[in-house]
């Protein structure tokens, strides 16, 4: 299957910092790529949704200042986590999809663990 | 309320034996149901993909069925491995027209034994 990999695997960062997580697609161009937070024993629940070239599209009660997203080419996607506090301590996942919406699977990062302190 | 219940929550298994895993969900209408693996501090692992026209699919070890009558599917797992211990996620695709969305359900946790 596709790779998708993210840097860092895991963070600590002190509480008011900016952290900055990045999405890649390995071996193939993914126009679309979501952005995920996933708390412990938790199900995965997703953020936003990121088409490259244009703005990210957020779900309701993620915000958008707060985790600025970035998709300025087909394999590379960043979550900024601005001014970071403890409560967004939590596992971040990236997911990756090549061609059209219509059912074309997703391929999910590795995660990345931030810890605000 | 969740649109994709998983149960049961967790599972211990002795390894060498068989489980199964299940799934309902009230996603609709959905485009195909995924069986993903999650090993702790992981992103998730596909298992298998099912469209709503598909009974059965199976990946090595693992078998997902799928009854798109009654929204229910399940994951069957032969001979487990103290590797299949994970949290295993039934994860619904909605429809094209509400682009795609993945809907998650919760997992289950399995831990195989020796």
């Known amino acids: 299957g596709a790779v998708v990999s993210q840097h860092p695997s895991w963070v600590i960062c002190k509480s008011g910092t900016s952290v900055k997580i990045e999405c890649r697609s390995l071996d193939f161009q993914a126009t679309t790529m979501f952005w995920y937070r996933q708390f412990p024993k938790q199900s995965l629940m997703l953020m936003a949704t990121?088409?490259?070239?244009?703005?990210?599209?957020?779900e309701q009660g993620v915000e958008k200042d707060k985790f600025l997203i970035n998709h300025a080419s087909l394999t590379l996607s960043t979550l900024t986590v601005t001014s970071a506090h403890p409560e967004d301590s939590s596992f971040y996942i990236c997911?990756?999809?090549?061609?059209?919406?219509?059912?074309?699977?997703?391929?999910f990062g590795p995660g990345t663990r931030l810890t605000v302190l | 309320k969740n649109q994709v219940e998983q149960s049961p929550q967790s599972l211990i298994i002795l390894e060498g034996k068989n489980c199964t895993l299940q799934?309902?969900?009230?996603?609709?209408?959905?485009?195909?149901l995924r069986w993903y693996k999650q090993d702790t501090g992981r992103g998730p692992v596909s298992l298998t993909i099912?469209?709503?026209?598909?009974n059965t699919k199976s990946n090595g070890r693992y078998t997902a069925t799928l009854d798109a009558d009654t929204k229910q599917s399940s994951l069957h797992i032969t001979a487990s491995q103290l590797s299949d211990s994970a949290s295993y996620i039934c994860?619904?695709?909605?429809?094209?027209?509400?682009?795609?969305?993945?809907?998650f359900g919760a997992g289950t946790i399995l831990r195989v034994k020796s």
């Open positions: 994860v619904v695709s909605a429809g094209r027209e509400y682009g795609n969305k993945l809907v």
């Open positions: 997911s990756a999809r090549a061609g059209l919406a219509g059912g074309r699977e997703q391929f």
């Open positions: 799934c309902n969900y009230t996603v609709s209408p959905f485009s195909n």
């Open positions: 099912m469209t709503f026209s598909e």
């Open positions: 990121s088409n490259e070239g244009s703005k990210a599209t957020y």
